[in-house]
């Protein structure tokens, strides 16, 4: 009888080409899959890093020194007084110096020998608005609050009264003209002080009513309204600081108050 040969049988040969035909296979779906895992990594390690960054941008005023006021980072400034204005210094009438007289915000929970309350009390007088409109535009906190001029958060150490530019400034108590400065921060800043405590007046225009060692009454006109450069982005206002002591306290505690 006739023997047959399967014909599925393959030579030895054939079975080592089918190897590495699935080898080379094998070789490129790994290389494919490798490929996609790595682009997908990418765009995803991008994506972390672009919504870092947002996140950065958002939340970056925070991050600032709520105390550093530079050059640079005021938007406007008041102009400088001119030459007719500095030639007074000579005189004693406007003293120019870098570093402001008033405390810097860092300061304010500084210890002191009196809290709040006992330094209201100091003042024995009630002390009137300083412009017409007796509208408050900010009110004081040693609470760091959004400056939208810095753009940064900052303790708000005074009062803002609304008023126009040019209105008048009247003094609210009475007393001595100890300085009339300017500051890069706060512009022309005019202090009167008594035996009790010492007002603030910023935001002056340089050509004051008043001089230095002037004696003054409560009412009187000191000057009128101008710009308070690191606060520039609000409406117009004055700017007003009272410290008794070592201790600056609240503005509004002593305006109209029952003596």
Known sequence: MKKYKHNSTKKPT???????ALSICLVAVGLAVYSTYTSVSEYLSQSDDEYSASLVETVSPVAQDVTGVTEAQTEEK????????????RD???????????PDTEDVAASSDMDSLSAVLKVTESLIYPVDSESVLHEYSETAVYNSTMKDFRAHTGTDFTAHEGDEVYA?????????????????IIEITNDEYTVYYCGVDSETNVRMKDQVKQGEVIGTVSKIPCESADPVH???EIKVGDKLIDPLTVILSDR
Do not use: Q
């Open 14 to 20: 054939e079975r080592v080409g089918f190897y590495i």
């Open 78 to 89: 008041v102009a400088t007084p001119d030459e007719e204005t500095v030639s007074e210094t």
């Open 92 to 102: 004693g009438t406007l003293t120019l110096y870098e570093s402001s007289t008033l």
């Open 172 to 188: 609210m108590c009475d007393g001595v003209v100890k300085k009339i400065s300017f500051d890069e921060r706060y512009g022309v």
């Open 238 to 240: 004055l700017h007003v």
